[in-house]
């Protein structure tokens, strides 16, 4: 029999994935089951989408289209991030891909060789682990614990970077802690990059329009324009738009990094269909309603699940500002036991915890800090209360 290549030992099915799909079959067998794993979001485009994609079906051409992205994608997504102040960039600077994933798998395989330093924060979300051991980088973790708000402090990497990593991955807001960082730690920070120019630095910010609070979203590229030669912007619809199924993702960035990536997409994927990209055109250029919408819901939900989950006694949780995850520090937990079930760790925790009261969270020893739990609160509205309350019963019952 012959056997699969060696990455497939590397290679892991997402964590979140397996949370997800028990819950499911306890919801399948007829328990009241509160989800609050996958971070999908709850809603969907408005109508102008599925009309831009119904139209393009009418006119499909059904040919191969652009390596990297049809031109008016390209001029779609532009204008989509100059809304963000990430201005003078062209077509030539951009690539498109399927999903976020697909754009820094690709990224990964162009900017990395075996062996090369791939650098990011714990915590971190869970396909940057899996895209660096696949590829063979040598992972460099820099931990960012809750007593630090989850958030990397200049001096931090001014040390990762003099070990001149080849890429240096940066997520912000972030999965699974929902944190974002301030203007001026951005500026912080950058100023550290300016200093190190043998890195490339990756910024998947997908959650660029989900931040609260008017902290604002903030690049490296904004403190220190000079960075653009270094500096990669990953991008997304799924969750800005509620469209994470369409598959669609962007990157701005240095030209040869763009055009590296469309040559990937050459080997891989040709190009994204037509009509996901007239949908994509649709959604970016079109009314932005949804997405201010969304913003206000999660910042009201974010308020809610942080009172909840202050209000147990000897958990913590740094306040999120962007995103719908909460990230609460459960260590507390730890040694106890609920219903006669030790809980030695974060696993054990969230194993119990759905038996028990039926609510699904993720362990955050997936995102690489055991001692936290990952809340993505886009469950439907009347759906939060009831869940939170679950998991406060479940704090008190623990002896
Ligand atoms: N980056 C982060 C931080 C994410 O949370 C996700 C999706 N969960 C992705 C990238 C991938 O997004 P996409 O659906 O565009 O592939």
Same mark, same amino acid.
């Given at each position: 029999? *012959?056997?699969?290549? !060696?990455?497939?030992?590397?290679? !892991?099915?997402?964590? =979140? ?113 899996? =895209? ?10 820099? #931990? ?94 799924? !969750?800005?738009?509620?469209? *994470? ?8 960035? #240095? ?31 079109? *009314? ?24 147990? #006694?000897?958990?913590?949780? $740094?306040? #999120? ?60 509205? $009347?759906?939060?209360? $009831? ?13």
């Amino acid at each position: 029999m *012959p056997q699969l290549a !060696k990455r497939m030992g590397r290679a !892991k099915p997402s964590a =979140i994935m397996v949370v997800a799909e028990k819950a499911k079959q306890l919801k399948a067998e007829g328990r009241d089951i509160i989800s609050f794993s996958i971070g999908v979001p709850n809603f969907l485009p408005g109508d102008h989408v599925y009309a831009a994609a119904r139209e393009a079906l009418e006119h499909d051409s059904g040919q191969y289209g652009s390596n990297r992205g049809s031109n008016d994608l390209l001029d779609a997504f532009l204008g989509h991030i100059e809304q963000i102040g990430l201005t003078g960039y062209t077509r030539a600077n951009c690539s498109t891909g399927i999903g976020a994933k697909h754009i820094l798998y690709n990224l990964g395989e162009a900017l990395l060789d075996p062996g090369d330093g791939f650098a990011f924060c714990t915590p971190y979300w869970t396909s940057y682990l899996d =895209i660096g051991e696949i590829l063979e980088a040598d992972i460099q973790l820099l #931990p960012c614990p809750p007593e630090q708000d989850y958030k990397l402090t200049p001096a931090q990497l001014d040390a990762a970077l003099a070990k001149k990593p080849k890429v240096f991955l940066f997520n912000n807001p972030s999965n699974p802690t929902g944190m974002v960082y301030t203007k001026d730690e951005i500026a912080a920070l950058a100023d550290v990059i300016v200093k190190h120019p043998d890195t490339w630095v990756v910024t998947d910010d997908i959650y660029n329009r989900m931040v609260f609070d008017d902290v604002g979203y903030h690049n490296f590229v904004h403190a220190r324009p000079e960075l653009r030669d270094r500096v990669v912007f990953v991008d997304s619809l799924s !969750k800005t738009y509620g469209m *994470p199924g369409w598959r669609a993702g962007f990157m701005v960035g #240095p030209e040869v990094v763009a055009t590296a990536v469309t040559t990937m997409n050459s080997n891989h994927i040709t190009n994204l269909p037509e009509i996901v990209t007239a949908a994509a055109v649709a959604a970016l250029s079109g *009314p932005q309603d949804v997405p201010a919408a969304r913003r206000e819901e999660f910042q009201a939900k974010r308020d809610q699940v942080v009172a909840a989950l202050k209000a147990i #006694p000897g958990v913590t949780c $740094p306040v #999120p500002q962007g995103a719908f995850y909460a990230f609460p520090d459960i260590s507390v937990a730890f040694g106890k036991s609920h219903n006669g079930k030790v809980i030695g760790n974060d696993v054990d925790l969230c194993n119990a915890l759905l038996d028990a009261k039926g609510v699904a969270c993720v362990p955050g020893s997936a995102f690489g800090e055991p001692r936290g739990l990952r809340i993505s609160y886009t469950c439907p509205t $009347p759906q939060l209360a $009831p869940g939170l309350q679950r998991i406060q019963e479940f704090f008190a019952e623990l002896i």
